[in-house]
């Protein structure tokens, strides 16, 4: 599947603007493209008692899969610092879920932005793989 890399980053450009970050004041969106074709998106949800917060990574994937999206091709995450923002450790972890093939576009603005796969980010990720070989 081609990727609209412009139409993903817009889209998670307009994505911060539903961000809750009252602490912080750093927004983040957050875009997906699923195999369907459908793009979901997402912001950050901050909270008084930091680890309840969400990112807008996972919001984004959590609103997908609640839809019933399985397969993924691309996320983009954007802030509102210009700058490049990268995937926390727990957002790898959680988006590895879903394949280390993902491409990852982290996006300063509309023109400056950077695609990576996930495995480049998480090599050597804990998947499903370990997980049932444990037991």
Same mark, same amino acid.
């Given at each position: 599947?081609?990727?609209?890399? *412009?139409? +993903?980053?817009?889209?998670?450009?307009?994505?911060?603007?539903?961000?809750?970050?009252?602490?912080?004041?750093?927004?983040?969106?957050?875009?997906?493209?699923?195999? =369907?074709? *459908?793009?979901?998106? #997402?912001?950050?949800?901050?909270?008084?008692?930091?680890?309840?917060?969400?990112?807008?990574?996972?919001?984004?994937?959590?609103?997908?899969?609640?839809? #019933?999206? *399985?397969?993924?091709?691309?996320?983009?995450?954007?802030?509102?610092?210009?700058?490049?923002?990268?995937?926390?450790?727990?957002?790898?972890?959680? +988006?590895?879920?879903?394949? =280390?093939? +993902?491409?990852?576009?982290?996006?300063?603005?509309?023109?400056?932005?950077?695609?990576?796969?996930?495995?480049? +980010?998480?090599?050597?990720?804990?998947?499903? *793989?370990?997980?049932? =070989?444990?037991?």
């Amino acid at each position: 599947m081609e990727i609209d890399y *412009k139409k +993903l980053i817009q889209a998670s450009i307009d994505a911060q603007k539903n961000c809750y970050a009252p602490y912080s004041k750093f927004s983040v969106g957050a875009s997906v493209l699923c195999e =369907s074709g *459908k793009i979901y998106t #997402g912001a950050n949800i901050e909270n008084a008692s930091f680890p309840a917060g969400i990112c807008a990574e996972r919001v984004a994937f959590s609103k997908a899969i609640s839809e #019933g999206e *399985k397969n993924f091709v691309a996320i983009c995450i954007t802030n509102s610092k210009d700058s490049f923002a990268y995937p926390c450790g727990v957002c790898r972890q959680f +988006l590895s879920e879903f394949g =280390s093939d +993902l491409v990852v576009i982290i996006a300063k603005n509309i023109n400056e932005f950077e695609t990576h796969k996930l495995s480049e +980010l998480l090599p050597h990720s804990f998947d499903k *793989k370990i997980c049932f =070989s444990i037991i």
